[in-house]
Nanobody, 115 residues
Framework: QVQLVESGGGLVQAGGSLRLSCAASGIIFSTESMGWYRQAPGKQRELVASITSGSGTNYADSVKGRFTISRDNAVNTVVLQMDSLKPEDTAVYYC?????????WGQGTQVTVSS
């Protein structure tokens, strides 16, 4: 029933930009906090950015000033705008929400930043 579908990943040169989107269905979207996580090979999945139902935001220190998370409740979409990308941003990026302690995840979208 619940589905999160990420899109927008790809290969980009350092300093470039990508815009990731997460389309949600089977969810009362406007009531949920949403997050973007990423996982590089051999590393733990880490929180990149989150946004509350009231559009308050939080960012990992490593992406502050470069990434922007936003939401459009009218179309059940969360966006991660990524600017000034660095090779260390290379990872699979996942959309997430947590409902009453249960995590829901998208399938992930690959972001590769070349130097």
């Amino acid at each position: 029933q619940v589905q999160l579908v990420e899109s927008g990943g790809g290969l980009v040169q350092a300093g470039g930009s990508l815009r990731l989107s997460c389309a949600a269905s089977g969810i009362i979207f406007s009531t949920e906090s949403m997050g973007w996580y990423r996982q590089a090979p051999g590393k733990q999945r880490e929180l990149v950015a989150s946004i509350t139902s009231g559009s308050g935001t939080n960012y990992a220190d490593s992406v502050k000033g470069r990434f922007t998370i936003s939401r459009d409740n009218a179309v059940n979409t969360v966006v991660l705008q990524m600017d000034s990308l660095k090779p260390e941003d290379t990872a699979v990026y996942y959309c997430n929400f947590n409902h009453w302690g249960y995590d829901y995840w998208g399938q992930g979208t690959q972001v590769t930043v070349s130097s």
